[in-house]
């Protein structure tokens, strides 16, 4: 059993400003897998940070770990309108895994957010609320095929019922169909894992979402497919790309691993912003750990969510 002073020594790394950007990632994911109020609340001081990047990634972990303990938190995010839009749209997706419905009324309020990334989040989790109320519990208790993710994330949708590549990416690059049917294509694809679904996928990196592009980015980044590099490496190198978009690009590459997302990757170490350069540093310091006995992000780069 941890002890409370155990987490707290993990929690003041975490929100020490002075360390290390890499080391405090660490941290946070070691208390996202401890779990529990104390860890949360650790969680929870960070958000006072400078660094959207860590900030939002505070948000993801709170809705992977599906804790209601964590929902005033993720409310008080998600309605400060001073925090980054990145750090609000990932507030309001947590708030959508954690699957209560207590939330739905604020999550339909900032469903009309005038930041369209946050506004679009918002309604996805609506969407997610509501399917979990009818036919998500019709689906699950069936074959359960709407649950199969080898990936064991809290995704913002379910991937959709079988249906053929080409089916699915018509669906996924058809921009008249509502995001929550279009994300439920990108599930399926990515759960199907192949080279041609993941260059499907890698064709949706040109659909008009920012919202959209960035998570077909973190699905390209758990499916570790090389296939994905060349769109990949393209989004990060647009330097008028959204800055989600490109960060999330970045850290799907240092989960590939490639030689030539190596390069890549240090090309942008130093770029004007932050949240692409802080990404290059976190995914190229996963790429060392993961290789080694030292130290093992408990889930892996495909922890990370932008």
Known sequence: MTSVEQIAAVGQVLTDP?????????????????????????????????SALLKHELAYCLGQMQDRHAIPTLTAVLRDTQQEPMVRHEAGEALGAIGDAVVLDLLKEYSQDPVIEVAETCQLAVRRLEWLQTAGVKELDGSGSTDQNPYQSVDPAPPAVTKSVSELRS?????????????????????????????ALGDGLQCSSALFRHEIGYVLGQIQHPAAVPALCAALERS???????????????????????????????????????????ALDMLEYENTEQFQYADGLVSLKG
């Open 18 to 50: 002075g360390i290390d950007l890499t080391r405090r990632f660490r941290a946070l994911f070691t208390l996202k897998n401890l779990g529990g109020a104390e860890a949360i609340e650790w969680i929870s001081k960070a958000f006072t940070d400078e």
């Open 240 to 282: 008028g790309e959204n800055p989600m978009v490109r960060h999330e690009a970045a850290e799907a590459l240092g989960s590939i691993g490639k030689e030539e997302c190596l390069a890549v990757l240090q090309q942008y170490l130093g770029d004007g912003e932050r949240i692409v350069k802080e990404s290059c540093e976190v």
């Open 171 to 199: 669906i996924l690059l058809d921009e008249h169909l509502p995001l929550f049917e279009r994300y439920r294509a990108m599930f399926a694809l990515r759960n199907l894992g192949t080279e041609m679904a993941v260059l």
